[in-house]
């Protein structure tokens, strides 16, 4: 992806830009990432340079990023070297991607060096002597004995990787490496495996333009001339700075960048960038939401598969108690039946078989006995039991009510998850911290200010509003804030779904203000899959928050149902009509 060309070609664009530009602020995000604010910083944005291993590269950015409140100990190092100091020079090796900043404050000169070489990557801070100051990740003798990269030694390029370079490589150099190295493999992997600075998209590329136009028939050194053609045609149009940066998704979903029109990517919807800057910065901003929707997501989702997991567990524990608990009315009638035939029970027994007085042919039931105490002290014993039980009963109920209800709400968390963009995660994190499942930490990066997500909101064909909610805080917020007491309540029946309200309508709603909304209820809930779902439908005054306590939790009565389809054409029609 940022293989040679995606490097000259920013670095051009950048130098003129950045050079005798002061740093004014150097800020470290992540582990992996360094933003550089310069004086005119605000014209064109901040210099971001990359290390994470799945993204490396650099460029301008206008992108606002989260920052820790305690500065990691390299950005700090920088702060302390280079801030103030001028940028004098931005250069690099030829076919290699490094990036060399040349840098002055006062007497002191510097030099900033960011490795752009996948996992390998790195960012190294040089004195004016070569002597490495600090970087961001360290490399001692025990790692790597092939290079050192700790403060205190001299900085040394990355070794060679047994590429041959392609500066100065003329055609005959090209077509003896290419016919003499890697035999059995592709022409895009004898590419990648012999030349420095060649990505796997690149030699993609080359083959694809070669193949084209040679047939069956021609000899392999045909082939070689086709891509040597097709490589001095980029390198030409790098020369000339004729770039056209275009990014394109492909069936996978997974996106590719490049700075020239690749062929590769017609079959595709490209998309055309006036700059390789505004590519990058675009490309990197999608891939930084996509990374962390995906990890956010993720933990969320793990969180609540993992409470859920519990909560069944502790229901299934407490429906057997249930159980236990629904078997007092045994004690109570060995109690009586010992008291009732104390005339029989003479010596010492631990099972007695007596006529049961309340069956109609009185057949005997066994009941066990304490030898070691009289019967009616055994009698006493069976009656306690009997009180605890029936006590503990209504006890077990309650709380199975509420971990039920505890299983409910975590459900509509799980689907909610489902649905939900970024910022809607980020809310849903913090209602789950709200709620407890997830331990609130001391604050160690600087939250990003994000507005809060509104309900969906639609218009139906006769001109009502109907609220959709999103999320359990949303749903509290449609049904507690945002309706009137006389306002229509929608919620699918028996399943995880949202809260739709229908605004300003008399009840019960006109026919197909009610169809409408009862389908976006049946769609925004577990029942999106069913091909019928059943939608419950009453007044505001009618609902009423669940002795549970917990956001987007409801009570209801005096409500009436509806049978809906899902999906069809009243959604496409709503979809259409949608607000926000």
Known sequence: MFDVFAFSAVLKEIKPLLQQERIKKIYQPSSYELLVHCGHSSKYGSLFISCNPSMPGFHLTRQKFAQPHTPPSFCMLLRKHLEGAKINNLHHPPWERILSIDLSRGSNNYKLVAEIMGRHSNIILLDKNETILGALKHITPET????????????????????????????????????????????QQMLVLSFQ???????????????????????????????????????????????SPVLVENKEGKSHYAVFDYLIFHDYSPQYFKTVNQMLDYYYHQKYYLEQYKQLRTKLKNITEKEIKKIKLKEERQKEELLK??????????????????????????RVDLPNLYHPGQENISIPLDPSISPQENARRYFQKYRKLRKGEKIIIKRLY???AEKD??????????????????????????????????????EKQTLPAEPLAFESSTG????VGQSNLQNDEVTFKKSSRDDTWLHVQKLAGSHVIIKGSPFPPDEDTLLEAATLAAYFSRGRSLPK??????????????PVRKPGMAVYKNFQSISVEPEGTVLKKLFQSQTR
């Open 144 to 187: 790597n004995k092939h290079r050192v990269v700790f403060p205190g030694v001299t900085y040394e390029l990355p070794p060679p990787q047994n590429k041959y370079s392609l500066e100065n490589m003329d055609f005959d150099a090209f077509k003896e490496v290419m016919e003499s190295t890697h035999e059995n493999t592709s022409w």
């Open 197 to 243: 600075g060649m990505s796997p998209l690149l030699a993609e590329e080359l083959e694809f333009r070669a193949l084209k136009n040679v047939s069956r028939r021609d000899s392999s050194s045909h082939v070689i001339a086709k891509i040597w053609e097709a490589l001095q045609e980029l390198l030409q149009n790098d020369q000339n700075e004729s770039y």
């Open 325 to 350: 608990a629904r078997e007092a009315d045994n004690y109570r009638l060995f109690g009586e039946l010992i008291l009732a035939h104390m005339h029989l029970l003479t010596g010492k027994h631990s």
């Open 402 to 404: 509420y971990t039920r």
């Open 409 to 446: 709400y975590l459900e509509n968390v799980l689907y909610s998850l489902g649905n939900a963009d970024l910022n809607m995660l980020e809310q849903i994190h913090g209602e789950l911290m709200q709620t407890g499942y997830i331990k609130k930490q001391r604050k160690r990066t600087k």
């Open 464 to 467: 009502f509003t109907i609220l």
């Open 533 to 546: 779902v059943t939608v419950d439908y009453t007044q505001v005054k009618n609902v009423n928050r669940s």
